[in-house]
């Protein structure tokens, strides 16, 4: 039977708030029922499963991400852009860390995370289109700020910057720029590239 005032959205909402206050792993059917005062057979009414759970709680963390992106990146281009949709990935990681952790899991193609997933990644491409890249390079490029963003989020969550100085947010500035001077001078392709691949 299901509980009234239960869905799958709402559930997927406590799974976020759970998820911030003890972090992902701690999200099961379980400790939503707890949270509930049901039993669990209860959530298993709105949700077929703790994978399917987490994946409408990372589809949810994805189009609050994406949303904050859409009111960040308007009347922006290149350097400035390219920093607003740094700042808004880290500030979001910062307010909600377990959401960040939803974020960041796979999801199969087609599920409404996936959606999310690409309006963020059309919002990179086009901050990368300002460079001045090719196509290919444009993708590349995703990934090297892509990497630096949840390099440095995931060092700072994880207390990587704790113990030394200058403080994180001086370094987190000089990423950035790095990142932006790597853009500005982006190498250009080996029209003959070594196979560096391991088998």
């Not at 949709?85 to 409404?112: I, K, S």
Request: hydrophobic share 45%.
């Amino acid at each position: 039977m299901k509980r009234p005032g239960l869905t799958e959205a709402r559930l997927a909402e406590a799974a976020a708030e759970l998820a911030d206050e003890t972090g992902l792993a701690t999200v099961t059917i379980s400790a939503l029922a707890r949270r509930f005062d049901v039993r669990p057979a209860s959530i298993y009414s709105h949700v077929t499963s703790l994978d399917a759970l987490l994946d409408a709680t990372t589809a949810l963390a994805l189009r609050e991400l994406a949303d904050k992106l859409a009111e960040a990146l308007p009347g922006k281009s290149g350097r400035s852009a390219l920093l607003a949709f740094a700042h808004t990935h880290r500030d979001y990681a910062r307010a909600h860390p377990g959401r960040w952790q939803a974020a960041a899991r796979r999801v199969a193609p087609g599920n409404t995370a996936a959606d999310a997933g690409g309006r963020i990644a059309r919002s990179a491409r086009a901050i990368m289109s300002d460079y001045g890249l090719t196509p290919d390079d444009e993708v590349h490029a995703v990934r090297l700020l892509g990497s630096a963003i949840n390099g440095f989020v995931a060092l700072e969550a994880g207390g990587g910057f704790d113990h030394s100085t200058p403080p994180a947010a001086d370094s987190w500035t000089r990423v950035l720029d790095a990142v932006d001077t790597s853009l500005r001078n982006w190498p250009r392709a080996d029209p003959h590239p070594t196979d560096r691949s391991i088998d």
